[in-house]
């Protein structure tokens, strides 16, 4: 706001030529046309500060505006990467999922291995302990206790 040095001290000039009378402070202003400039300096003032305040309100708007922009492009950049992160732990889960069930075929072909060389393993342990547990076994049944 700029200040207005003529007005001010035609206002001064106003304000010294007060007298009192009869405890009632009046104040006399040299003219109308000094008051009509005070009046006109106040709605001035006022204007001002109408002004002022819709300008700050503009400015808070603006920034209120602009938070919720960035809060929508934060919100937005947030859902890609989670939507990219699980786009990969899917593609790893796939691959995972091929690796180990692959061709139902090729499975049975690999488990249908494995329990074959688990029987012949087993087969070859009871074949190698059977003479024992056969002698064990007859020791059992042809001694009588007492």
Known sequence: MKCNCSLLFLILLGVV??????????MWFP???????????????????LAAE??????????????????RQAKEEADREV??????RESEFRKKLAETSGDSGSNVKRLE?????????????ANKIAPEVTALLMKYVTTVRN
């Open 83 to 88: 939507a990219q992160y699980r786009a990969q």
């Open 31 to 49: 003219s109308y046309f000094l008051f009509s400039q005070i009046l006109q300096a106040d709605r001035g003032g006022i204007q001002a500060l």
């Open 54 to 71: 819709q300008d700050a309100q503009h400015i808070v708007a603006n920034a209120r505006a602009a938070k919720t922009a960035r809060l």
């Open 17 to 26: 030529l007060m007298y009192k009378v009869s405890d009632i402070a009046i």
């Open 113 to 125: 291995a494995e329990t074959n060389q688990k029987i012949q393993r087993l087969t070859a342990e």
